[in-house]
């Protein structure tokens, strides 16, 4: 159904984090740990999408992951996304409208950002810093060249879209 009706949406591979925030702050470490693993593009659609359309499958799968996994967002298939705040030299922040054909949040102003691509980045920190950088340039048009290096300023979860994660940079 997703895919009818918005046909630039296509199943690929992403980063899955395979750890929530909320274990990470109880390990109580003081660098952040980032376990990946591969979904898909559309296992998200799948589970998150549908999921938000339909209560019931959502208590479903909340109720199974914390059940098997002690994580209720084990069965999302909640791909990473990552988002910058771009600063010009001139001291003015990026700011980039989504297409109106774009799955989720379509017409919203947003940061440049997206997904990072296994085929593509590591899945080592190097690969996510590297996938913002491609990103940016991507989105906004600022050469590679011309990007000063990327500093991971948080992580956020989409309680919306059942803690689906985003690197902020």
Sequence with gaps: EASRATPRLTPGLKFRWNSSPQEQEKSQESNLRLNFGITDYGIFIATNSAAKKDATFARYLMASGKKFYNDA?????????????????????????????????????????????????????????????????????????????????????????????????
């Design 73 to 169: 967002h084990a069965y999302f298939g909640s791909p990473v996304g990552n988002c910058a705040v771009v600063e010009s030299a001139d001291g003015k922040i990026a700011v980039i409208k989504r297409a109106e054909s774009m799955h989720e949040y379509p017409g919203f102003y947003d940061m440049p950002g997206g997904h990072p691509e296994p085929k593509q980045h590591t899945f080592d920190a190097k690969g996510q810093f590297d996938a913002i950088k491609d990103e940016v340039s991507e989105e906004i048009g600022i050469p590679q060249e011309s990007i000063e290096e990327a500093t991971c300023i948080g992580i956020a979860t989409n309680k919306e879209n059942f803690g689906k994660p985003d690197l902020l940079f």
